[in-house]
């Protein structure tokens, strides 16, 4: 799906951007051109670059902390 007409810039694109390591709407529009015209495909770029952005991981092995030093 399109999701800027402006520059043709589809959700494809924008999940294939994440999964490059874009993280923010302007870097987003850096790479690709979305939103570098009127602007009205920002709200939709930006709820598709979240849902595509990798889950963190839990750690394999817990960090333990110091916080109680005597």
Sequence with gaps: ???CICNGV????????AAAG???????TMRTGAGANC?????????VLQ???P???E????ILTLSHAA
């Design 22 to 28: 874009c993280t923010t709407v302007a870097e987003l």
């Design 51 to 53: 849902a595509a952005q």
């Design 10 to 17: 589809t959700d494809r694109q924008i999940r294939e951007a």
């Design 59 to 62: 750690p394999l092995f817990p």
């Design 1 to 3: 799906m399109y999701v």
């Design 39 to 47: 602007g009205s495909c920002l709200d939709m770029a930006m709820d």
């Design 55 to 57: 889950a963190s991981r």
